[in-house]
């Protein structure tokens, strides 16, 4: 492999490795309600909170990282999200404001004893917990939920707010049914609450606040459970505020109790279609790419069997995968799956024009840098994707870990073997003064589109050793 080629090649898997690792450690844990429905409609509580517990060695104690965003069209009312299952003794982070007087969104942390009006905690009140507001803005959004210009003509306006609660364990969590915050609970509580017609006229933190309705649901309160364990982090250093995944209403969370005690079962359809995505991603793809490069008189033949097998059970993981959404398509996961499944018919596609236009021109076109590119993509979101399908169900960290480090070695594993290969047909190479083409024959790495012996389904007279992602050697008359 020429030393430039090398140069090409190593950013592309650089870049890969780097977005799957942020993958693995991003352990991301977010629950939405999805209720706004424009300015002029009546709709409900639409906000979004995602958390992280971070394991402070110097405290001996659990930091608490939480983000917030709070979708509304104008200035009235409030959004209050809170642990545990009641409101006594919950920490509750409560939002409101006006978006158009240039202020930040006023973020008050408070509490309650029992049912009644909660009030801004105290120190005395914290039991050793320390909660410090880290940013609050006001951002305008369109329709399409693009961001725009903070003006009265806007969509909707959006609370972008994060905070964070060190030694968050200690927090006294005083009160009938109150619950402790724990960072190792796989079904902890959370509660919300919200008012969307209430005139605040003192924006300060600690502003008297009118009730929600009281039927449970309907806009008016709710709760829903967070797998905490799932965001808990162990590094040394703390993690940063966690990210909120536009669209995604439930990630490690539940309208319902989480039961994590469920049963493994062999013919679930998540079972199914994790298998024939893994297979196909993890196995059988790059066993193509081992075949194309496998200098067998059949190494092309082998090739597109094994890709056609890949890709139908890339095609049956979609269609489990489109059931189990059951019509809903809200998550970065789901689009990434639908985007590779549907972008392998086109795959098929190229490398067939590919293969026909090569063997009457004996060199790459367009087309085939279109194949060579879109293998790659697919190889890359396809090991992306299985990973974070593996964190939304919540997959153990071993897993994970175990997975993409099989996914590692086999990027190392298959860029070796094809340098390998073409070192082999370097010195092979009959001629002492033969022409390199440059890379625009192909002297790199390629996944999943290598026609390795395509010339031999010519006749005798037109037989030789290279391949379009080989040096071409010039031909010679007899």
């Not at 605040?200 to 009118?210: F, K, T």
């Not at 193509?288 to 490069?293: C, D, F, H, K, T």
Request: net charge negative; with cysteine.
């Amino acid at each position: 492999m020429a030393r430039s080629s090398i140069s090409r090649v190593l950013p592309v898997w650089i870049t890969a490795i780097i977005y799957l690792c942020g993958i693995i450690l991003a352990e991301p844990v977010q629950y939405c309600q999805f209720g706004y429905k424009g300015k002029e409609e009546h709709g409900d509580v639409d906000f979004c909170m995602a958390v992280a517990m971070h394991e402070n060695r110097s405290s001996n104690a659990y930091d608490m990282y939480l983000s917030m965003t709070v979708t509304r069209g104008s200035d009235r009312g409030w959004t209050a999200i809170g642990t545990g299952s009641v409101m006594a003794g919950s920490l509750m982070t409560v939002v409101y404001g006006e978006p158009l007087t240039g202020e930040s969104p006023v973020v008050s942390i408070r509490t309650a004893a029992a049912h009644h009006q909660p009030k801004r905690i105290t120190q005395e009140q914290a039991g050793g917990a320390d909660v410090r507001v880290l940013g609050a803005e006001w951002r305008a959004i369109d329709e399409d939920r693009t961001f725009t210009t903070l003006a009265s003509s806007a969509y909707a306006y959006v609370a972008e707010v994060s905070l964070v609660c060190y030694s968050c364990n200690l927090w006294p969590a005083k009160g009938r049914g109150s619950s402790k915050i724990s960072a190792t609970a796989t079904s902890f509580p959370w509660i919300w609450a919200w008012n969307e017609d209430q005139e605040i006229s003192a924006l300060s933190d600690d502003a008297h606040l009118n009730g929600h309705r009281h039927r449970r649901g309907n806009g008016g309160w709710g709760e829903f459970y967070v797998n905490m364990a799932q965001s808990l982090s162990t590094d040394e250093n703390p993690p940063p505020v966690p990210l909120i995944w536009p669209g995604t209403r439930t990630l490690g969370t539940s309208d319902a109790p989480i039961d994590t005690s469920e049963k493994f079962s062999l013919f679930s359809n998540e079972t199914l279609h994790g298998f024939l995505m893994g297979m196909a991603f993890l196995v059988i793809f790059p066993l193509g790419v081992l075949a194309m490069r496998s200098q067998s008189s059949k190494s092309f033949k082998y090739h597109w069997i094994i890709q056609l097998i890949a890709s139908l059970c890339t095609g049956a993981g979609a269609i489990i995968g489109i059931i189990m959404s059951r019509g809903s398509f809200n998550s970065p996961h789901q689009v990434a799956g639908l985007l590779v499944s549907g972008v392998l018919g086109l795959q098929a596609f190229l490398g067939w024009r590919h293969h026909v236009i090569f063997l009457r021109v004996r060199h790459r076109t367009w087309i085939s840098h279109a194949h060579i590119w879109a293998g790659r993509l697919i190889m890359i979101v396809g090991w992306a994707n299985f990973l974070s399908g593996m964190v939304f169900v919540a997959t153990g960290p071993f897993w994970v870990i175990l997975v993409s480090a099989i996914i590692v070695g086999e990027i190392i594993g298959l860029t070796f073997w094809v340098w390998a290969c073409n070192r082999r047909k370097s010195r092979k190479a009959p001629e002492p003064d033969v022409q390199w083409q440059g890379e625009q024959d192909g002297e790199y790495f390629a996944v999943g589109e290598d026609e390795e012996t395509e010339m031999n389904e010519m006749g005798d007279h037109d037989k030789h050793e290279s391949s379009p992602y080989d040096p071409m050697l010039p031909r010679h008359s007899h």
